[in-house]
């Protein structure tokens, strides 16, 4: 399977990075890279995330972080939505739009 990333989850990415960079380029490396390998593990294990309350969307939560990998299952594709800080009240998208 192929991982796609929205436009809208990869400036999500970039943000965090960018955002923990500002205290510790190193840290912000070690947890774009976590988010990254977590999205990766959904090539072999594309339902490793928990259904939400739209049929066809997943959320993976980022083991040992605040953060969770919002995705849908597209035939041969996963498609990442959004990385949510769990520290919000709630996601950005409304999955309608993305």
Known sequence: ???????????????IRQYISRRNAKAA?????HILSAATLLRE?????VKTHR???RRL???N???SIFYR????????IEIFDGR??????SFDEV
């Open 1 to 15: 399977m192929r991982i796609i990333w929205a436009p809208f989850a990869r400036r999500d990415l970039v943000a």
């Open 29 to 33: 490396k070690a947890v774009a890279s």
């Open 45 to 49: 294990q594309p339902k490793l995330g």
């Open 55 to 57: 049929d066809d969307d």
């Open 61 to 63: 939560v980022v083991a």
């Open 65 to 67: 972080s605040v953060y």
């Open 73 to 80: 299952i597209r035939e041969n594709d996963i498609e990442i």
């Open 88 to 93: 919000r009240k709630a996601p950005d998208t």
